[in-house]
């Protein structure tokens, strides 16, 4: 049986970086995923660079699309800098898809 973080999980891996053919789970953009006895559901995030074209756009439809995952209460989602997102980040299954 899925755990409600493995269901949020599932749930970002639908959402796609638009400049890169990779979820943003794969990409590596979530730092931390938290969920508390009351389901609500800690979220550290980065994006590729601060001046990300989606900077705006991209935190709100994450927050969004966990907020309609089954059991979920709440969302609070952090946008984090530290550390700064690399390459390296990524999972082997990224890299393979961007040949890298």
């Known amino acids: 049986m899925n755990t409600l973080k493995d269901k949020v999980i599932e749930e970002i891996k639908k959402i796609f970086d638009p400049e890169i053919p990779v979820n943003i789970y794969e990409l590596g953009l979530i730092y931390k995923i938290e969920v508390n006895d009351k389901n609500i559901v800690n979220v550290d995030m980065t994006l590729t660079s601060p001046n990300c074209p989606v900077a705006e756009s991209l935190p709100n439809e994450v ?17 984090v800098w530290e550390p700064p997102w690399d390459k390296d980040k990524m999972s082997e299954a990224a890299k393979l898809e961007l040949n890298l």
């Open 63 to 79: 927050k969004e699309n966990i907020k309609k995952v089954e059991g979920v209460s709440d969302v609070i989602l952090n946008l």
